[in-house]
């Protein structure tokens, strides 16, 4: 990791050490603007790095979610895959025959001051009055300069009409909720603001707010051993408002005061000295 | 006591800016031949080469907009590839005609003369290669084309402002508007002189149209020069500002790299550094195969590898500036960037080559000979146009690859139609640059008479205020 705090991990014995180190990592950076307001909601997540054992089972559901095309062996090797959600893979320790490993699911941490929305000459992607960073498709010419100012580069570019072969019944396999990108334009996670909405207009009827654990993302969904947990951080009870507190949360990158939305919790691990 | 002082004043007075036996009828002649010459050998020759490389360049245009990008090398990390770095070169490559025609007319520089108007035809066909980048780049160049522009669309959506892409297209708009404005307006006369002179009917018809009905009368001739010496001061201006909004591309971007305060300064000094290099590496075979020595002088070489040394100069010391700011901010990403991935990473040798490039070989224009050997400045100048072309790939594409997270870093590597492009673009450049030295005259006619006028009169009270005792 060029010795930077990208995935962060401890032992237990270092976790209160390593717990004072975070807490540079995390909150408000110094800046000139005015902090913006959220009222209403305010979505964020937190993911726990000692939870995620690096099953895939999230990439997997975010793909199926949001109809994100396949793109074959030879766009991987060129560096173009189209997924979401990755799932960075550290090497840690001194033991280059024997190293742990530290996994990191890494998908658009929803900047509030987002560098990619700045430099998009088409106002193409923007931030909503619920924090989320959003992508207007149909607005999007392909400068490709906010996935160059993504300091997480999470975004992807549909560098050929990868979704125009499909037949009328592969077709069928995709989410009706969900955009099909063209060729040309930027795509990347949205939070799943399809199931934001639609838990919205369930909400509306009913006449009440969206409850805490209403809105499950699919990675969220689909994780076995819930490390992503999804939240309104407007919501003081709710389980990703409790995490974000957490003391082993920091943000991503922190220092570049982007202040991400999703909140990582460091790895703690045990290891048994016999064994280790 | 006469011939001391004069020999004194001969002497600080440098080589003359024009030789040999010269009046108007002379220049009449030796300016206008070409046009009138029919085409040589040669210069079909380079011509049909040029469109030969052009139809390589259609090809890859319309490639790239049948089936996307993709066909370029570009991914993810490396967002910005070939594309963008083939504009800012053009872009660069495009200063040194504004500078020359524009500056130097305001700093009553001689030298400009023999050659603003080769310089700002050079000036044009560059933006023009540049700006077909800006638009071939995006992933939907059919919309780019006009959604970066501000106009009420039922879309209600303005183009954003913050955005230095959005700046750009302001920028390189009125740069290139106005470069033909001021390139055209310098024509005038000439295309007038043109026209008169023509055998033909049919070349009177097409220098008539496009001589807007010059008559040479003492009232045009009035209002023509205060237009043009407005024009030469909106154009100023520009000069520094196209350039330093490119940077801003860059500069007010978060990606280590990228970066950096000390970007416009340096890249409007590498701009001009890159266009004089244009300028001499194209003139210097133009005034040996169409007879225009006596009006491009050694003298004039000289002066321009002048500019090349200080531009180059003020380069070196961006680079140095930016290597010091990175190591004195202490920023591990800044360091990472300057240190390890340009100086060892993959792309070391294109690093390398731009810094002998760009800091090594301006430095031969300290010594006459270096000025003066006609072989070793054209191969300098060559040079200097790749080292420049590797200071837009080494800032692009190093600090792309490799920036915060290490686990989506990535190899950039061209393909095909990346290479057609930039050979494509330097053909078609060739190819309007040929037509241009083919139909209008590659030296302003009428501005080499006044000047000559000019410094006859200014020998001649030389020499009167000499003979007084």
Known sequence: ?276 | MAEPVLDVRRQLEGEPWVEGPIDDGILNKTLNHFVWKRPGRGWLMLFFLGLAGTAVLVNAIVITIARGIGMWGNNIPVGWAFGIINFVWWIGIGHAGTLISAILLLFQQKWRTSINRFAEAMTLFAVLQAAMFPVLHTGRPWFALYWLFPYPSVQRIWPQFKSPLMWDVFAVSTYFITSLLFWYLGLIPDLAALRDSSSSKRARKVYGIFALGWRGSSRHWHHYKIAYLLLAGLATPLVLSVHTIVSWDFALSILPGWHTTVFPPYFVAGAVFSGFAMVVTLMIPARRYMGLKHVITPRHIEAMCKVMLLTGLIVAYGYAMEHFAAWYSGNGYEEHVFFKTRAQGPYRFIYYLMLFCNICVPQLFWTRWGRRNIYAVWIAAVLINVGMWCERFVIIVTSLHQDFIPSNWAMYYPTWVDFSLLFGTICFFGTLFLLFLKYIPAVANYEMKEFHHELTHEKGLTELEGARP
């Not at chain 1, 990191?104 to 998009?120: D, G, I, R, S």
């Not at chain 1, 003081?236 to 082993?248: F, G, I």
């Open chain 1, 1 to 276: 990791m060029e010795g930077r705090l990208i995935a962060a991990f401890t032992t237990v014995a270092k976790l209160k050490e390593t717990n004072e180190d975070l807490a540079e990592h995390r909150g408000p950076t110094l800046t000139v603007h005015k902090p913006q307001e959220y009222r209403g909601y305010r979505w964020g997540m937190t993911i726990d790095l000692s939870r995620c054992t690096g099953c895939n089972a999230c990439m997997v559901a975010c793909i199926a979610e949001n109809n994100v095309p396949m793109v074959g062996k030879e766009q991987v090797i060129r560096s173009r895959e189209m997924h979401w959600l990755r799932i960075d893979r550290y090497f840690v320790g001194d033991d280059i025959s024997n190293p742990g490993v530290v996994l990191q699911p890494l998908m658009c941490v929803h900047c509030e001051y987002a560098p990619c929305e700045y430099v998009c000459p088409v106002n193409a992607t923007v931030h909503s009055d619920e924090g989320l960073n959003e992508m207007v498709y149909n607005r999007c010419v392909g400068t490709r300069y906010c996935s160059n100012n993504c300091p997480y580069k999470v975004r992807r570019f549909n560098f050929f009409n990868y979704t125009g072969s499909y037949t009328d019944s592969e077709k069928m396999v995709f989410n009706p909720d969900v955009t099909v990108r063209s060729r040309g334009v930027m795509e990347k996670c949205t939070y799943c603001v399809q199931r934001i909405e639609r838990a919205r207009i369930d909400t509306r009827i009913a006449e009440r707010r969206i409850r805490d654990g209403e809105v499950l993302t699919a990675c969220q969904q689909a994780c076995p051993t819930e490390a992503i947990v999804f939240g309104d951080l407007n919501d003081p009870n709710a389980k990703v408002t409790r995490l974000h507190h957490e003391e082993r949360g920091y943000e991503l990158l922190h220092e570049l005061g982007t202040r991400p939305r999703t909140v990582y919790l460091a790895r703690v691990m045990n290891p048994n000295p016999e064994l280790a």
